[in-house]
């Protein structure tokens, strides 16, 4: 048996010791058949954690994937992840197998921070790969006191999800026609609604033909480049973005 994989990999997290760090699995629980929320314990009190930051995670001896924290708590040593398992690759599998006491090692968070908090109307647009995301955003829009809106496209056995974590967003299911029911509730809202969320910020993420679709029509709507956030997680075809 070739060990040579799994040498690289150790390799690199040596090469990158000071950005890796070892935790447990503290807690899960199952949202729907195809979506898994986990708390994880470890120990990182200089982290300054941003929204929309993603850990990388080692998903076995040659595999690493990007997830973006829903929680993160630098002083108590906890960050919690909303997966979703599509039953198809490597992180899918090792996030559906891991159980609480489980040893996983993850990459310190890095990226710029997502959230405009200087904007007062807020708009998600995004499928089951963004519900983690979405959830640190909701929250912290929460907190400020500022409004959003959102739209989901969802999986039959995920439609009860977004309830469950406190959203209120608009939820549809997915199309042939890329964002085609998203697109038809965002062209559908009161004219007093739109002349308030016209001038917010758009967080677009997930499939990216899917972004692409709803992206063309807020631009038509005048909405600017500026206004408008997007981070494609996924496209039919390619494994990872």
Request: aromatic share 12%; hydrophobic share 35%; net charge positive.
């Amino acid at each position: 048996m070739n060990s040579m994989p799994k040498i690289i990999g150790d390799f690199m997290e040596l090469a990158f010791s000071s950005k890796i760090c070892k935790v447990k699995v503290e807690a899960t629980q199952m949202l729907s058949e195809n979506i898994k929320m986990i708390r994880f314990k470890g120990h990182f009190p200089h982290v300054n954690f941003k929204i929309g930051q993603a850990v990388i995670i080692r998903v076995d001896d040659t595999n690493y994937r990007n997830y973006t924290p829903s929680k993160w708590n630098s002083k108590e040593g906890t960050f919690e992840v909303i997966f979703h398992i599509h039953k198809n690759g490597p992180g899918s599998q090792f996030v559906e197998n891991l159980k609480i006491n489980d040893q996983v090692t993850v990459g310190m968070p890095r990226g710029f921070e997502v959230l405009k908090k200087e904007e007062k109307y807020q708009f998600f647009y995004g499928d089951e790969t963004c519900i983690s995301v979405f959830k640190s955003l909701k929250d912290e829009i929460d907190y400020n006191d500022n409004n959003y809106l959102g739209i989901l496209e969802l999986d039959p056995v995920s439609m009860k999800v977004p309830d469950k974590l406190g959203f209120s967003v608009d939820i549809v299911p997915k199309s042939i026609n890329k964002a085609e029911f998203a697109i038809d509730i965002l062209n559908k809202l009161d004219s007093k609604i739109w002349d308030l969320w016209q001038h917010g910020y758009f967080y677009l993420m997930g499939n990216a033909k899917s972004i692409q679709a709803f992206r063309k029509v807020l631009k038509e709507k005048g909405v600017p480049n500026k206004k408008i956030y997007t981070q494609p997680y996924w496209a039919e075809g390619k494994i990872g973005l």
